[in-house]
């Protein structure tokens, strides 16, 4: 990963891309430090601060924008937003025709409209959230004495929404710059600058309990260290693991030159979605329990037992939502009858098989097997931390740290093939050479 990063910056225009990305992700970052009016911040990093905050859905949000929700920041809703509002119109592509149509062939013009769905879709869903973050400060306001808000009443509480508002969709626009003028997918990659930021502060206070407890969690850090490493080196088989089946191409003569007559393979991906699933799932999954909290809802029961990021209800839940994404991202990725089609176009079959529907049926299936083993490997490694963090109270940070792996290898690697990819399309050597 070092080598790619240090050939491509000696390569003048990935040199400007990398540069221009890392302008970006610092941009973001400086707008995690500013915070909104009437907040008081010090009151809200001592709240969650608490054990009962930090393993609950908060604090995993927390994690996720960069500690940047706990100190009421203007990008304290981070790329939340952005993602509901791309699960919710990818959704609503397959269940409306117009939508479906706009995407499949209006081209560029279709996308670019698609693209503007999201982003309105991105400002509503901000507004709402924004909402559902003063209602949570309003009541929690009353737990620690008044101290949470400055003041309250109608101005400060659209002045507040507002600006989380606004924060969520510059946000979603410096996503897109990196991913037109950088370098990767510029949600992921604001995604990766969040959990990275707080690395330090985990390896600190691991650190730190080591020490003050040399006796008895030494152990805890030895298996948590083993534990991320094995961990990352199964996501990384993961990745590149793919299934390839056979094709080959028949000899056409065109004039006096012949043509085809090689074999060679059609690759599918274990992990055909990347990231993405995980992501998806994980804010689907935490939607009920984000409306109990902010709505600090009586159930405390319902809440606790059923809605808990460490419940088994929640577990099952998530497992199945990484499946569903999944195979909605492969059946997006691939179409089975277009590869058949396109294979018969080229004079390309698949040994056994004859062109047309026996070879989109035979494709079908191996995505549909390849899918499902992607999909349940990736949800045992995103559970496996949850079980863990479940059977001993030291290793509850393992239930958020698990997720953030398995996020920040995963985009690593994405970025890291992108890299790559521009630099065999400079290197490459045309025909006038």
Do not use: C
């Amino acid at each position: 990963m070092l080598e790619t990063i240090r050939n491509a910056w000696k390569i003048a225009d990935l040199r400007k891309k990398l540069l221009f990305t890392f302008a970006i992700l610092l941009l973001y970052r400086l707008g995690n430090v500013i915070p909104v009016p009437f907040v008081n911040t010090t009151t809200m990093s001592e709240m969650f601060n608490s054990d009962q905050i930090q393993n609950s859905i908060l604090g995993l949000f927390n994690m996720m924008s960069g500690s940047a929700f706990s100190r009421a920041t203007l990008f304290a809703l981070s790329i939340q937003p952005y993602i509901n509002a791309s699960i919710i119109v990818q959704l609503l592509t397959i269940a409306i025709p117009s939508l479906e149509r706009l995407s499949k062939e209006g081209g560029e013009e279709g996308r670019k409209k698609i693209e503007k769905i999201t982003r309105y879709a991105t400002v509503g869903l901000g507004l709402l959230m924004g909402w559902a973050y003063w209602v949570m400060l309003t009541n929690y306001n009353v737990e620690w004495n008044n101290a949470l808000l400055v003041k309250t009443g109608f101005v400060p509480a659209l002045t507040v929404i507002l600006s989380f508002t606004a924060g969520a969709s510059l946000v979603m626009w410096l996503g897109e710059q990196i991913t037109e003028f950088g370098i990767g997918n510029g949600i992921s990659m604001i995604l990766f600058a969040n959990i990275v930021s707080r690395l330090p502060q985990t390896v600190i206070g691991l650190a730190k309990n080591v020490i003050d407890d040399a006796a008895g969690y030494w152990y805890v850090a030895l298996i948590s260290v083993v534990g991320m490493i094995a961990l990352i080196m199964f996501i990384v088989f993961i990745t590149n693991a793919e299934r390839r089946i056979p094709v080959s191409y028949a000899k056409r003569v065109v004039g006096r030159k012949v043509y085809g007559g090689q074999n060679t393979f059609l690759p599918i991906k274990v992990n055909m979605s990347g990231v993405l699933p995980i992501i998806f799932a994980q804010s689907v999954a935490t939607l009920p329990a984000t409306i109990a909290m902010f709505a600090r809802t009586t159930d405390t029961w319902r809440y606790e037992h059923l809605w808990s990021n460490t419940s088994a209800f929640y577990m099952v839940m998530y497992l199945l939502l990484i499946i569903g994404f999944s195979y909605f991202y492969a059946t997006i990725q691939y179409n089975p009858v277009e590869i058949s089609n396109n294979l018969r176009k080229n004079g390309g079959f698949i040994p056994g098989y004859r062109p047309g529907r026996p070879t989109s049926d035979f494709i079908a299936r191996v995505i549909n097997k390849i899918t499902l083993f992607g999909a349940i490997f990736l949800g045992i490694v995103a559970i496996l931390p949850i079980l863990v963090g479940t059977f001993s109270a030291k290793f509850s940070t393992l239930a958020v740290g698990g997720t953030s792996v398995i996020i920040v290898v995963a985009v690593a690697l994405e970025t890291v093939q992108a890299i790559e990819a521009q630099m065999m399309m400079r290197h490459y050597k045309g025909f006038l050479e």
